[in-house]
């Protein structure tokens, strides 16, 4: 998205394109954006998706927010699916594709990085694969809403996959891919 000059001069823009920058230039902060959106590919991809949107860095701008200053946005990069927002008969293996998918950057951060783990209730990821839950249970209601369920139960496969040991290759491939995609980098 280009910015109009009036926009790129709103404080709240400024304040959250100075926070991107900073937040890019941090210590290890590309290895951790690529190691997070690396289990989302390769995940998104053992689910059946093959059409995939490689974002970086960009910054957002929504009108349809009340307040000026929640209008604006950012990300430091993304893998997205297309094919996802196309949805439109769901069942237990769509959910439990989409909820792998959607679990796995965090987990990827816990086991490869170290870092604690995020509550869902803080977590984009999650909260992207809840409206999920909601729209397969407004399109059927036979389907049992169980997002945290199914977001613990995915978290714990997730694991079990990068901690079975024959899959670094992989992961490793995954982060390269995702370092050219999202940021150029070699």
């Known amino acids: 998205m280009v910015f109009r000059w009036e926009l790129r001069s709103h404080p709240e823009y400024r304040r959250l394109y100075s926070k991107l920058q900073s937040e890019l230039t941090a210590s290890k902060s590309i290895e951790i954006f690529c190691v997070h959106e690396a289990g ?26 009340e307040r000026g200053n929640e209008r604006f946005g950012y990300f430091q990069e993304a893998v997205r699916i297309p ?17 792998r998918g959607s679990a796995s950057g965090e987990v990827f ?6 870092h604690p783990p995020r509550p869902h209730d803080g977590s984009s990821d999650f909260n992207s694969f809840d409206e999920h839950c909601r729209r397969a249970l407004r399109n059927d209601f036979d389907i049992r809403y169980d997002a945290k369920g199914r977001w613990r139960r995915t978290r714990l496969k997730v694991k079990a996959y990068l901690e079975d040991g024959t899959n670094g290759e992989e992961v490793q491939d995954a982060i390269v891919k995702i370092r050219y995609e999202c940021f150029r980098l070699r």
């Not at 989302?40 to 927010?65: C, S």
């Not at 094919?83 to 909820?99: H, P, T």
């Open 40 to 65: 989302h590919w390769i995940f998104f991809k053992q689910a059946g998706y093959t059409e995939f949107d490689f974002r970086g860095p960009t910054m957002v701008y929504n009108p349809l927010k």
């Open 83 to 99: 094919e996802a927002s196309r949805i439109r008969n769901y069942d237990d293996s769509v959910l439990d594709g989409l909820a």
């Open 109 to 114: 951060e816990e086991v490869r990085l170290h």
